[in-house]
C-alpha cells in the first residue's frame, strides 16, 4: 500500500487557551479532492493553517510525502509543495493582477514554468487576463478568488489547501470556481484538501470527506456515501425530508454513525 500524500495525526492546535482542534487524524492520498465540512467554528480553517505551518501543532504530527513537517515553518511547506488559499483571499490589494501571480511564484527558479502556468490561470480565467494590470484591490470579490486561486497555482504545488472558497460568491460564481477546481486537480493532477461550508458542491467535487464537529472529526466516509447519510442530507445538504431520524441523531449528537 503506498502512503498517503498527507497524513495528520492526531493533532492538537490552540490559541492560548482555547482549544480550537482536539486530536484530528486525516489522510489525502495523491491526486485525490478532500473536503472538510463543518459549521462554523468548527476548526476547519485551524487545520489549513496547522498544516500550512501557520499554526504549530501543540500535539501530534504532520506529514507530507512521508515527512514530517510539523514545525519546518510555511516558508519551507510552500517549498515543499503545499499552497494555502486562505479564508477571505487575501490577495495583495496593492499589486497588479500580474504582480500577485508572480508573488506565487516567488519560490520559483523556472522562469518557462512560470509563463507557462500564468498562461494556464489565464485561461482558466481569462477575465484575469483583461484585468492584468489592474490593482488586485479593485477587483470583484468572485474576481480575487479567482487571483487566490491563481496564485496558489503559480507556487507550482503538489497539493492546495483551499479554505472557502463559496465565501461570500453567486450560485454562479461559486460553480464556476469549484469547476476549475476540478480542472486543476484533473488536468494538472494537483491534489486538493478543501474546506467548506457549501456542503453540496464539495460533496459533488471530492473524493473523500470528514466532518468535523468542535474540533473533532466525527465522521469520515467517500462523498457518495456521505451523500446518501441522513445526517448530511438534513443538516449539511438542507433536505429537510430526509427523514426524522437524523434530527434525533443531531439532537443526541453522539450518535453521528
Ligand atoms: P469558519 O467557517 O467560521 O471560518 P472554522 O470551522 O474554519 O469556521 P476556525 O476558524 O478554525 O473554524 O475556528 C475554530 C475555533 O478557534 C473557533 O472557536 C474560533 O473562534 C477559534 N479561533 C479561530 N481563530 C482564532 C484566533 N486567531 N484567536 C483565537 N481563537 C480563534
Same mark, same amino acid.
Given at each position: 500500500?503506498?502512503?498517503?500524500? =498527507?497524513?495528520?495525526?492526531?493533532? &492538537?492546535?490552540?490559541? @492560548?487557551?482555547?482549544?480550537? +482542534? !482536539?486530536?484530528?487524524? =486525516?489522510?489525502? #492520498?495523491?491526486?485525490?479532492?478532500?473536503?472538510?465540512?463543518?459549521?462554523?467554528?468548527? @476548526?476547519?480553517?485551524t487545520?489549513?493553517?496547522?498544516?500550512?505551518? +501557520? %499554526?504549530?501543532?501543540?500535539?501530534?504530527?504532520?506529514?507530507?510525502r512521508?515527512?514530517?513537517?510539523?514545525?519546518?515553518?510555511?516558508? $519551507?511547506?510552500?517549498?515543499?509543495?503545499?499552497?494555502?488559499?486562505? &479564508?477571505?483571499?487575501?490577495?495583495?490589494?496593492? %499589486?497588479?493582477?500580474?504582480?500577485?501571480?508572480?508573488?506565487?511564484?516567488?519560490?520559483?527558479?523556472?522562469? #518557462?514554468?512560470?509563463?507557462?502556468?500564468?498562461?494556464?490561470?489565464?485561461?482558466?480565467?481569462?477575465?484575469?487576463?483583461e484585468?492584468?494590470?489592474?490593482?488586485?484591490?479593485? %477587483?470583484?470579490?468572485?474576481?480575487?478568488?479567482? =487571483?487566490?486561486?491563481?496564485?496558489a497555482?503559480?507556487? *507550482?504545488? &503538489?497539493?492546495? =489547501?483551499?479554505?472557502?472558497?463559496?465565501?461570500?460568491?453567486?450560485?454562479?460564481?461559486? !460553480?464556476?470556481?469549484?469547476?476549475?477546481?476540478?480542472?486543476?486537480?484533473? &488536468?494538472?493532477?494537483?491534489?486538493?484538501?478543501?474546506?467548506?461550508? $457549501?456542503?453540496?458542491?464539495?460533496?459533488?467535487?471530492? #473524493?473523500?470527506?470528514?466532518?468535523?464537529? $468542535?474540533?473533532?472529526?466525527?465522521?469520515?466516509?467517500?462523498?457518495?456515501r456521505? !451523500?446518501?447519510?441522513d #445526517?448530511?442530507?438534513?443538516?449539511?445538504?438542507?433536505?429537510?425530508?430526509? *427523514?426524522?431520524?437524523?434530527?434525533?441523531?443531531?439532537?443526541?449528537?453522539?450518535?453521528?454513525?
Amino acid at each position: 500500500m503506498t502512503a498517503p500524500l =498527507l497524513a495528520l495525526s492526531n493533532i &492538537e492546535s490552540v490559541y @492560548g487557551p482555547i482549544k480550537a +482542534i !482536539r486530536g484530528v487524524s =486525516l489522510s489525502v #492520498d495523491k491526486g485525490q479532492i478532500v473536503t472538510v465540512l463543518g459549521a462554523n467554528g468548527a @476548526g476547519k480553517s485551524t487545520i489549513l493553517k496547522t498544516i500550512s505551518g +501557520i %499554526l504549530e501543532p501543540r500535539k501530534g504530527s504532520v506529514q507530507f510525502r512521508g515527512e514530517d513537517i510539523s514545525n519546518v515553518g510555511p516558508a $519551507n511547506i510552500v517549498r515543499r509543495g503545499i499552497s494555502h488559499v486562505p &479564508e477571505g483571499r487575501e490577495v495583495f490589494p496593492l %499589486l497588479t493582477v500580474h504582480e500577485n501571480l508572480l508573488m506565487g511564484a516567488y519560490t520559483r527558479r523556472d522562469r #518557462d514554468g512560470v509563463a507557462c502556468d500564468t498562461e494556464v490561470v489565464y485561461s482558466y480565467f481569462p477575465i484575469l487576463k483583461e484585468r492584468t494590470s489592474q490593482l488586485a484591490g479593485l %477587483l470583484s470579490g468572485g474576481q480575487q478568488q479567482m =487571483l487566490a486561486l491563481s496564485r496558489a497555482i503559480l507556487a *507550482g504545488p &503538489e497539493l492546495i =489547501l483551499l479554505d472557502e472558497p463559496s465565501l461570500g460568491l453567486s450560485p454562479r460564481l461559486t !460553480r464556476e470556481i469549484f469547476e476549475i477546481v476540478v480542472r486543476i486537480n484533473r &488536468e494538472r493532477g494537483t491534489t486538493i484538501l478543501l474546506v467548506e461550508q $457549501n456542503a453540496n458542491m464539495a460533496l459533488n467535487v471530492a #473524493d473523500h470527506g470528514y466532518i468535523l464537529e $468542535n474540533g473533532r472529526i466525527v465522521m469520515e466516509d467517500s462523498c457518495e456515501r456521505l !451523500r446518501e447519510k441522513d #445526517d448530511i442530507k438534513e443538516f449539511y445538504l438542507g433536505m429537510k425530508d430526509a *427523514g426524522a431520524r437524523g434530527e434525533r441523531r443531531w439532537k443526541k449528537r453522539k450518535t453521528w454513525r
